[in-house]
């Protein structure tokens, strides 16, 4: 019987999921994408070689994994395009691989025009996009008016929903936000032009997860962003325009919600948050400065650095509650080597109230004050460990401080960038 895993971010993003889906794929037949966009960005490390993927499932490395797109997913197809140039020019056979929703919302060059004059206008209040579109392509699923995958292909329509939807674009560039237009007849060729490698890939994604099912593959949703990014549980208005939560696997790919069997949150071992937004537990000491340092901390995307603090349980314990949560894979614990005293945020002072549960609105969550507790470091490296017995005492302690405050189990923890680099305490596929 196959087994299907949601697996997701349980913080605000860069969890390292990317790596645990392309762990987890020896025993997976399909990875699914339900949400979010090429906002993404996932690395997977095999042998010291680095793939980072934006749009295309971290399953695609593989030869017997089947990637789908799903249709909660927008799409950019320059962006699709070029990664799976860069991809195949490397030697994988992404066309074979990849399969996409002829649902998927387009991101279409008038949204990243759009998405860059918002942030402009909003100043000082700017969230901090990634710049790539993805707000302004998910308002315009939501106002019905998107261009889907398959209109791409419909020769009678598609030049002239094009040019409506441009047209209201260019609108709102020029009139309201003062920018430049974008030209539609280069879109429209552009677009055109992709056409016949985009055509193969189109499916209905629908009924291959339900022939996978009575075929009782396994499958794992891949989760992009993070929890606290979450459109509606997140730190709005400092949050991604997509639902990130487990739950959003279902809606987002068209599988029914009775077939996930486990949900799996990929947890940092700190916090790491990109763009602006409250982050209860930053750091900006030299330890945040150790943590960025060790831990790589750019986006791989935007290659902007992240903030980094302590690891935060009032955010974690509303992230075991918004996903149902059933158990862990700890990431980058290898990053906290060489401090003299790692913490644990265990709640928050707001007042003369404790909180334990982190609160959804920002104005609450600006006077929020952390509770600590500390615990030893350790000064031994765990780059690479693959067993638990193995860690210093002092990080075996640190995780199971952890795992009891979170009341669920860590099923793997992960001790370095390389696939191999983790310790499996219990294999999520047995
Ligand atoms: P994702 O968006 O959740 O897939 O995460 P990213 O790939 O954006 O960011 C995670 C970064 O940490 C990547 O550079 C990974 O190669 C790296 N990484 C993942 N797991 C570990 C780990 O256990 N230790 C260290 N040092 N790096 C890791
Ligand atoms: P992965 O899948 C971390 C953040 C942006 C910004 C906010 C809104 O690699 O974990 P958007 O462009 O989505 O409208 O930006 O969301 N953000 C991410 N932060 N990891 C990501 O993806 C992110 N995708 C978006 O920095 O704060
Ligand atoms: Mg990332």
Same mark, same amino acid.
């Given at each position: 019987?196959?087994?299907?895993?949601?697996?997701?971010?349980?913080?605000?993003?860069?969890?390292?999921?990317?790596?645990?889906?392309?762990?987890?794929?020896?025993?997976?037949?399909?990875?699914?994408?339900?949400?979010?966009?090429?906002?993404?960005?996932?690395?997977?490390?095999?042998?010291?070689?680095?793939?980072?993927?934006?749009?295309?499932?971290?399953?695609?490395?593989?030869?017997?994994?089947?990637?789908?797109?799903?249709?909660?997913?927008?799409?950019?197809?320059?962006?699709?395009?070029?990664?799976?140039?860069?991809?195949?020019?490397?030697?994988?056979?992404?066309?074979?691989?990849?399969?996409?929703?002829?649902?998927?919302?387009?991101?279409?060059?008038?949204?990243?025009?759009?998405?860059?004059?918002?942030?402009?206008?909003?100043?000082?209040?700017?969230?901090?996009?990634?710049?790539?579109?993805?707000?302004?392509?998910?308002?315009?699923?939501?106002?019905?008016?998107?261009?889907?995958?398959?209109?791409?292909?419909?020769?009678?329509?598609?030049?002239?929903?094009?040019?409506?939807?441009?047209?209201?674009?260019?609108?709102?560039?020029?009139?309201?936000?003062?920018?430049?237009?974008?030209?539609?007849?280069?879109?429209?060729?552009?677009?055109?032009?992709?056409?016949?490698?985009?055509?193969?890939?189109?499916?209905?994604?629908?009924?291959?997860?339900?022939?996978?099912?009575?075929?009782?593959?396994?499958?794992?949703?891949?989760?992009?962003?993070?929890?606290?990014?979450?459109?509606?549980?997140? @730190?709005?208005?400092? %949050? *991604?325009?997509?639902?990130? =939560?487990? !739950?959003?696997?279902?809606?987002?790919?068209?599988? &029914?919600? /009775?077939?996930?069997?486990?949900?799996?949150?990929?947890?940092?071992?700190?916090?790491?948050?990109?763009?602006?937004?409250?982050?209860?537990?930053?750091?900006?000491?030299?330890?945040?400065?150790?943590?960025?340092?060790?831990?790589?901390?750019?986006?791989?995307?935007?290659?902007?650095?992240?903030?980094?603090?302590?690891?935060?349980?009032?955010?974690?314990?509303?992230?075991?509650?918004?996903?149902?949560? @059933?158990?862990?894979? %700890? *990431?980058?614990?290898?990053? =906290?080597? !060489?401090?003299?005293?790692?913490?644990?945020?265990? &709640?928050? /002072?707001?007042?003369?109230?404790?909180?334990?549960?982190?609160?959804?609105?920002?104005?609450?969550?600006?006077?929020?004050?952390?509770?600590?507790?500390?615990?030893?470091?350790?000064?031994?490296?765990?780059?690479?460990?693959?067993?638990?017995?193995?860690?210093?005492?002092?990080?075996?302690?640190?995780?199971?401080?952890?795992?009891?405050?979170?009341?669920?189990?860590?099923?793997?923890?992960?001790?370095?960038?390389?696939?191999?680099?983790?310790?499996?305490?219990?294999?999520?596929?047995?």
């Amino acid at each position: 019987m196959g087994k299907n895993i949601v697996l997701f971010g349980a913080q605000w993003g860069d969890e390292g999921k990317g790596k645990i889906v392309d762990m987890l794929v020896d025993k997976a037949d399909i990875v699914v994408r339900f949400q979010g966009g090429h906002n993404a960005g996932h690395t997977l490390v095999i042998d010291g070689k680095k793939t980072i993927l934006r749009l295309i499932p971290s399953g695609i490395l593989h030869a017997h994994v089947m990637c789908l797109i799903g249709n909660g997913v927008v799409l950019s197809p320059v962006d699709l395009l070029s990664e799976l140039d860069e991809l195949e020019s490397n030697g994988i056979p992404v066309a074979a691989r990849l399969r996409i929703s002829d649902l998927c919302p387009l991101v279409l060059p008038t949204h990243v025009a759009l998405d860059k004059a918002r942030e402009a206008a909003r100043g000082a209040a700017a969230i901090g996009t990634t710049g790539r579109g993805i707000g302004p392509a998910y308002e315009d699923k939501v106002a019905r008016r998107a261009l889907r995958f398959a209109d791409l292909f419909d020769s009678s329509t598609f030049a002239d929903r094009l040019k409506e939807i441009m047209t209201y674009h260019n609108f709102l560039l020029q009139q309201y936000y003062k920018v430049a237009p974008i030209d539609f007849q280069s879109v429209y060729e552009a677009l055109l032009s992709f056409i016949p490698r985009l055509m193969p890939l189109r499916a209905d994604v629908v009924s291959l997860l339900q022939q996978a099912r009575r075929d009782k593959c396994s499958i794992i949703f891949e989760g992009a962003q993070g929890t606290l990014l979450d459109i509606d549980h997140g @730190t709005y208005p400092y %949050v *991604t325009s997509s639902n990130t =939560l487990a !739950g959003a696997a279902s809606a987002g790919s068209g599988f &029914g919600a /009775r077939g996930f069997d486990q949900v799996l949150g990929v947890v940092k071992a700190y916090t790491t948050r990109v763009g602006a937004g409250p982050f209860p537990t930053e750091l900006m000491d030299d330890v945040g400065q150790h943590l960025a340092t060790r831990g790589n901390e750019f986006g791989s995307v935007t290659k902007r650095p992240r903030r980094c603090g302590w690891l935060d349980m009032a955010v974690l314990r509303r992230s075991i509650a918004l996903n149902g949560m @059933t158990s862990m894979c %700890v *990431t980058k614990l290898d990053v =906290l080597d !060489g401090l003299k005293t790692v913490r644990i945020c265990t &709640g928050y /002072r707001c007042g003369d109230a404790v909180l334990t549960d982190s609160p959804a609105d920002i104005r609450t969550l600006a006077a929020v004050e952390p509770v600590y507790i500390d615990f030893a470091g350790w000064q031994e490296s765990t780059v690479g460990i693959t067993r638990f017995a193995d860690l210093p005492v002092a990080a075996q302690k640190y995780l199971l401080a952890l795992e009891e405050a979170a009341g669920i189990p860590i099923d793997i923890v992960s001790t370095g960038s390389d696939r191999k680099d983790s310790i499996v305490l219990k294999h999520p596929f047995q």
